[in-house]
């Protein structure tokens, strides 16, 4: 597929004012743009939909969403043969923490504390990549003494929400904070008065304006590398700092907790 970027240069003298617009946002958002919506590049350009459209159409593409797997294509990198891949992996996943940590803020980690703190149950929601993510999460709760219930089907994400109240937490995993299933689950929940944490990349995002506090993630999943190794990690090195945050908190003897739970499993390994 042609270079995108290079299509807009070669066009851009045939471009309305309107779609020229709409070509200098595409071109400086980059790969942020796969991320964004119809609407997102309306607001920041002050165009219709129409433009847009013909604008992508100009470019030789169906529409906005072929334009965002182009940009997908030309922002994901295939290991040269000469460079070793090991160290691309490793140098990603030591960025993704990297950027996480720099993110971290104490105020929204301590918020989120007291949250799980006051609840009477902790459930956790994610869809896809994100809800292992919400697994991971469950379990490592257990860990430090806290009961909680990882839902990843959209369906019961939803019929659970239903019959929250205001002393429930919802911790919802979303790169992107753009998920409609979880965007519409997340929704009833605040209605019925439960608390939310998101962990997300976009503070704007849908997802996150839901939320009563946001923990910031950094690492953003493209169309082509959907449920990267990267972006989990993120997200489990955002957990791990918030539950940790709790247990300073609250004076958690983790030692102990991993004793009692150890003890529990100790017969179920086979000699």
């Not at 595409?26 to 459209?53: C, P």
């Not at 043969?81 to 990297?98: G, M, N, P, Q, Y």
């Amino acid at each position: 597929m042609t270079d995108y970027l290079e299509l807009i240069k070669d066009n851009y003298e045939e471009f309305t004012k309107s779609e020229k617009r709409v070509a200098d946002f595409v071109v400086s958002s980059g790969t942020k743009l796969i991320s964004s919506t119809l609407q997102d590049i309306k607001k920041a350009t002050s165009v219709g939909d129409a433009t847009i459209i013909r604008f992508c159409q100009k470019l030789g593409f169906s529409g906005f969403s072929e334009l965002k797997i182009a940009i997908a294509e030309k922002g994901y990198q295939i290991p040269d043969s000469d460079v070793s891949f090991a160290k691309i992996v490793e140098e990603k996943l030591i960025d993704s923490i990297k950027q996480t940590y720099s993110l971290a803020k104490i105020d929204s980690l301590e918020q989120a504390a007291q949250l799980i703190h006051h609840s009477q149950q902790v459930f956790i929601f994610g869809v896809g990549s994100s809800g292992l993510s919400a697994l991971d999460m469950e379990s490592r709760l257990l860990r430090s003494g806290i009961r909680s219930k990882a839902i990843i089907d959209p369906h019961y994400q939803a019929m659970n929400a239903s019959l929250f109240n205001e002393k429930d937490v919802v911790i919802a995993f979303s790169l992107t904070g753009r998920t409609k299933d979880l965007v519409d689950s997340l929704t009833v929940a605040k209605q019925n008065g439960a608390k939310i944490i998101v962990i997300s990349n976009y503070l704007l995002s849908p997802i996150a304006q839901l939320g009563d506090v946001v923990i910031q993630t950094a690492i953003e999943e493209y169309l082509l590398n959907g449920g990267s190794l990267s972006g989990k990690v993120s997200q489990i090195y955002a957990m791990d700092v918030l539950i940790t945050c709790y247990e300073v908190m609250y004076g958690i003897n983790n030692v102990d907790m991993r004793k009692k739970i150890a003890k529990a499993i100790v017969d179920k390994q086979v000699d």
